[in-house]
């Protein structure tokens, strides 16, 4: 079975800081794609990221950065100079291989910057 | 480039009742996946589809059914509606299946 934890289920930060959300996942699987996903308050998930489990390399866009550690079972998102558009719901997901798209996502994180 | 699209936006129906969503994935995506997202549960996965042939399906009663058309579009039918299925109902699309997946606004279906 997979599982997915995002034991943060609410963060409130002041614009311009860093926060990092956090992500560990559960799977049998030695090959599988990891998943992060914004959802703001109109409902739809933005895809942030996908991540073969085989590229443990961190990975950086803009103000956002990923830290896939296989050893931990953790894919950790920061946000950089956090913005009031960056309130949202943060989703972490987990699809095993050969599987399509058949995510398990996490419980998410709300994230809230206040100006 | 159009992205995801879902009819209806919002929906209200009677307990007892069927229902019927809509997904247009984005052009040229032939898998389409379905999720219902509640405040108790969260996001679960229902079923994907791809090629009109049902890939995987999540764990949910033989009420909730899909089919995808040769088109790539997509429908869920959720029949004898009960009071806790009243959910966010989200669909994604990807060019393949174990793609980046994109998705939709959702459909938010209540049930009284």
């Known amino acids: 079975a997979q599982k997915v934890t995002q034991a943060q289920t609410e963060i409130s930060v002041v614009e311009k800081e860093d926060v990092t959300l956090d992500c560990v996942y559960e799977t049998r699987d030695t090959t599988y794609y990891l998943f992060w996903y914004k959802q703001p308050p109109s409902g739809e998930l933005v895809f942030l990221i996908r991540?073969?489990?085989?590229?443990?390399q961190n990975e950086i866009s803009g103000r956002y950065s990923w830290n896939f550690q296989k050893s931990t079972s953790s894919f950790n998102f920061t946000i950089t100079a956090s913005q009031v558009v960056d309130s949202a719901v943060y989703f972490c997901?987990?699809?095993?291989?050969?599987?399509?798209?058949?995510?398990?996502f996490g419980g998410g994180t709300r994230l809230m910057v206040k100006p | 480039k159009a992205g995801v699209t879902q009819t209806p936006r919002y929906l209200i129906k009677t307990r007892g009742q069927q229902v019927t969503l809509s997904c247009s994935p984005i052009?040229?995506?032939?898998?389409v996946s379905w999720y219902q997202q509640t405040p108790g549960q969260g996001l679960q996965f229902l079923f994907e589809y791809f090629s009109e042939t049902q890939r995987n399906k999540g764990n949910f009663p033989g009420r909730f059914s899909g089919r995808q058309f040769s088109n790539s579009r997509s429908e869920m039918n959720v029949s004898t509606l009960e009071l806790g299925d009243s959910a966010l109902y989200l669909c994604?699309?990807?060019?393949?299946?174990?793609?980046?997946?994109?998705f939709g606004q959702g459909t938010r279906l209540t049930v009284v």
């Open positions: 991540r073969n489990s085989f590229d443990e």
């Open positions: 997901a987990l699809s095993p291989p050969n599987a399509g798209n058949m995510l398990t």
């Open positions: 052009s040229g995506h032939r898998s």
């Open positions: 994604a699309s990807s060019l393949a299946s174990g793609g980046d997946a994109f």
